[in-house]
């Protein structure tokens, strides 16, 4: 058996451990990046390798799955893996999640506790050394909420399917007490419940760092039954919601290269010109948060539409330019 298609069984397998309910064949296709009829092929090897593996009905067709896991030969980590895990914790803690971050170093040493000594001992050097090489470049910006309470609860309150109070309070607003339906959560650079309101259904987002007070409260409370957190967050720019836009820049042969390689918006499409310059278009709200990131691009980028992100822009130089004149 060739070596890479050695990896590739070992890591179906480790996908149909990982998954409760199994692998159809189709998503074991899609996993591996094969055709249905080699993933017929790898799903008869896994069986043959792994006796404990399953078949399991899912009309119109089925599943299968391993129970009870792995061995820790086939589960050890490899250097980049455990590497990648600590930079994660380590980014965490640097940004001021020491919540998120001690999660992330708990589930580093339970790894680390599972694995044989031999194998530890042989990836340990090496292991030391990428960590002592590599580290998180911390960017200026709202340190995100590090109560870990707000959170917890938040948590529990989305599992229970109960509506979730609070106490808001906004720079210039009177606190309120609010009680909504919980859909989820977005981390950024400031972390953001995302919710509806209970009588309209409208989806709003609340920073956590304003939010006291927090408790799950009685009855039955669920996010709209179309909605979708992962479509919510891509319609913005950034976190901010406002009206969608589609957004039109031009930017200039000097920065083309770069833009290229940017990841604008989920929506993105990027036309090259005749002048080598780049054409960017994407649909999204949040101008405000757009025209800050649009700072750093200095004179590389023109703003074709819409007409509104263009007033924005000019809002925000105004404001710093009054900020810079002598008091």
Known sequence: ???????VLIELARRMAASAEGLTLDEMAQEAGVGRRTAERLRDAVLVLFPQAEEVSDP??????IRGGLS???QAPTTEELVELSKAAQGLRATGEPGRAA??????RKLKSAMRSTTLNRLAPDLEALVRAETIAVQAGPRPSADETVLTRIRHAILAGQPLGFIYSRPGAEARRRIVAPCGVMFGR???LVAADRESGRIQTFRLDRMSAVR?????ASPPADFDLQAFASQSFGIYQDEIEDVVLRVTPAGAAEARAWRWHPTQTLEDQADGGVIVRFRASGMRELA???FSWGDQVEIVAPVRLRAVMKGELEAARRALEPS
């Open 1 to 7: 058996m060739r070596m890479d298609k050695a990896a």
């Open 60 to 65: 119109p067709g089925k599943r299968w799955r």
């Open 72 to 74: 820790a030969f086939e």
């Open 103 to 108: 999660a992330l170093e708990g589930l580093e």
């Open 190 to 192: 400031a972390n953001y």
């Open 216 to 220: 799950a409260e009685d009855g039955v």
């Open 292 to 294: 800050w990131h649009l």
